[in-house]
């Protein structure tokens, strides 16, 4: 099947960006959101990542003006999938969240519909069977800033149709990505299973008070020569989602260190909307923040 139109579930942090590059590459794009307010936000966001896109990939007026065309919005979630050959899942990274919307969806959606999760966390087995169609399921996660860091991680289930999976990989390469297909389910896919227990370390080391978050990022991008840091790349992914992991673990695990980061986070961040670079504001301060600066490392 020739994928043509395509609907983005959630336009969050990933999903607003997923929708902008497959637009770009010449799909029809619908973006669905809970409410119409919701969608006004999206909206803002894809002119200010028109202007990344002009940038940092040299897209032209025409390319963008033809990228805006491609989009639509939609809170009826029947309405936002009656013609897709390809739903991408965007929604918060919360279990219960994604099972009551997959239990919708299955009731709206064509048969034709391929459902794919972008979850960083949670494996395609989880909700394959809420899905009315597990064959036709599977995940297709990408990296934060995804017009630059142009990774796509396919991960089936074992009920995964191998047709399905190799449709899912041919577009994550016609929209300009690395496509990097997994053999079998692994939680955090590639990406996270090396980057989150990096996070993890900076943020216990945090908590536990042996350095402050400036000392750590240092320290970081001193010794290994990377461009960014731990606390850097938590403005970058959301601090939610860093609370939400953390919670869920803690209710997992009953951690004491991980339910101590959990009311760390709550307590000077959430609770203040410090949530990274969405509000300006998080471990840094945006858009300059003081990692940036050539005295950082000073």
Do not use: C
Not at 90 to 103: H, L, M, S, T
Not at 187 to 196: A, D, F, H, K, R
């Amino acid at each position: 099947m020739d994928f043509k139109n395509i609907t983005i579930a959630g336009s969050g942090v990933l999903g607003y960006q997923i929708a902008f590059q497959t637009a770009f590459h010449g799909y029809h794009v619908t973006v669905y959101d809970i409410n119409d307010d919701v969608l006004k936000k999206a909206a803002a966001k894809f002119d200010i990542l028109a202007q990344a896109f002009e940038k940092d990939l040299h897209a032209s007026k025409e390319q963008l003006a033809s990228t805006f065309d491609r989009l639509i919005y939609s809170s009826d979630l029947a309405a936002a999938v009656a013609n897709a050959d390809l739903l991408i899942e965007a929604v918060p990274e919360n279990p219960a969240i994604k099972i009551g919307f997959y239990q919708e969806l299955a009731k709206v959606a064509p048969e034709k519909t391929i459902f794919a999760t972008n979850s960083s966390t949670l494996l395609p087995s989880q909700f394959a069977q809420e899905t009315g169609r597990p064959e036709k399921f599977l995940a297709l996660h990408f990296a934060n800033e995804i017009w630059k860091h142009n990774t796509a991680e396919i991960m089936g289930h074992p009920g995964t149709d191998k047709t399905v999976f190799e449709q899912v990989v041919n577009f994550a390469k016609s929209i300009g990505m690395v496509a990097l297909p997994l053999l079998k389910e692994q939680p955090g896919y590639i990406v996270n299973s090396l980057l989150v227990p990096l996070l993890s370390a900076a943020t216990d080391l945090l908590v536990n008070e042996v350095a402050d978050a400036q000392t750590i990022d240092k320290t970081w991008m001193v010794a290994t020569g990377a461009p960014t840091d731990p606390f850097g790349i938590l403005d970058i992914v959301g601090i939610t989602t860093a609370y939400n992991i953390n919670k869920m673990s803690a209710e997992a695990t009953n951690d004491p260190l991980k339910i101590k980061t959990v009311a760390y986070l709550k307590e000077h961040f959430i609770d203040k909307n410090k949530l990274g670079v969405a509000t300006g504001e998080g471990f840094y301060t945006y858009p300059n923040p003081a990692y940036q600066s050539p005295d950082f490392l000073k």
